[in-house]
């Protein structure tokens, strides 16, 4: 009886503890948006339509010190908090990936401020990766990062940063000297390899897990006077894609110029047994130059590919690599989809079988599926790269020594709900089909920034052994793990 009466009196209650939470958060007079809103909504709704978390409120402070203030409301009311900068995490992490979470969505803080004397910049969270290519060209300036202009900066750069001129500059995380932070005790923190050696190493790969960065302070490069996109796309059938596999594998592993950043894109071919195979990529210097590279490659490939090139400035490159536009706002605003990504080891390259089975699955499987699909093998390594050249315990981001970064991607017809059965077995059988064509203890890993809700080993593929230090600093700087998230760092 009496524990029916303390029932009634909790239940009772719990309305008021809402109440108070949202009048805690009225209070302070951040803007925000509440369930029954009219613009919840829209500031609630995901960019993969296959997640339906509904927040608590989406809060859109203006500065560090509003920030400190939701954390501090979060802390009292023991609420999840999460950072949106982008929105556009492929499993919707930047919603909390569960619903009843405190959303700080980081638009406002949208400044880019560059010192050119210095070669560094500041850059607020709240900035997607157009806006901060656009500021950094305009003084003459550059920062290796993804294609999307969309994407939002500080996801991006706190779980890698990947791009067509990492091989020459690295990822994006390798560029931050400084982190502006919000912790878990709603202090406001400039985090530095000096101030603090264990959380800066922390943030440079897991930084969602330990803290709301406001601003990142990043060393920058200066833009390439010239830079060219060139793409060869041919249509082969399973052994002669098996062999533009190989050859391409084969040709990254000689001393190609760090100027060179490519990916090779399938998609589904013109008839079953066939595939789409087009090398994309950027040449950041002298267009003269590019055929000599390229020459040792396409000599091991079918003659007269369908051949694009522009040749521009640096910025015109980026905007051709993100489909001809640096608007932020996303062409569409919404996908249903899976993704899945593998990061092959330099030292165990793909071999001939699984090359052959990937060629063979997707000509095979992926013209008989009816996914709206695409998968991408991303140059990453080879000699010389920038980002296998950084230490593996420099930084917690773990994967050092890969040679490439696969992307599987499929949207459910359509692009809508609800994502197909079969599509989840589409992408698995891709994976499958190399993983499990390659040594039992093939050292594979996945990259972050491709985040997998299906990923069972993905503490193993993500983090490998840095999760153990990672752990023990969350446990320090996160106890009640108040930023928390599928694929979150657990203390």
Known sequence: MLFAKLLVVLASALPTIASTFKDKIKRTGIDATFPGDPSYLSASSPFNLRFTWKPAVVTYPENPEEVSQLVQIAVQYNVQVVALSGGHSYIANGLGGQSGVLVVDLRNLGKVTVDSSEGTAVIETGNRLGDVATALANAGRALPHG?????????????????????????????????????????????????????????????????????YEVKTFPAPPSATVFEYQWFLDIATAAKGISAFQSFVQTDIPLQFGAEVNFEKGQTS??????????????????QAVLAPFLRQMPANPEVTLNTGTYLNSVRVLAGGSLDTKPPESHDTFYVKSLMTPTNSPMSDAAVLALSRYLSVEGFASQTEWFVQLELYGGRNSAINNVPRDATSFVNRDSLFTFQFYASSPGKVPPYPQYGFTFLDGAVKSVVSNSPANWEYGAYPNYVDDMLLDWRLRYYGSHYTRLQALKKKYDPRNLFRFPTGIDP
């Open 147 to 215: 294609t999307c202009a969309y994407v939002g900066i500080g996801g991006h750069a706190a779980y890698g940063g990947f791009g067509f001129t990492s091989r020459q500059w690295g990822l994006t995380l390798d560029t931050i000297i400084a982190i502006n932070v919000v912790l878990a005790n709603g202090t406001i923190s400039r985090v530095t390899n000096e101030t603090d050696p264990d959380l800066f190493w922390a943030f440079r790969g897991a930084g969602g897990s330990f803290g709301l960065v406001t601003s």
């Open 273 to 290: 047994g066939t595939l789409s195979f087009t090398l994309v990529g950027g040449w950041y210097a002298p267009v003269q130059g590019l």
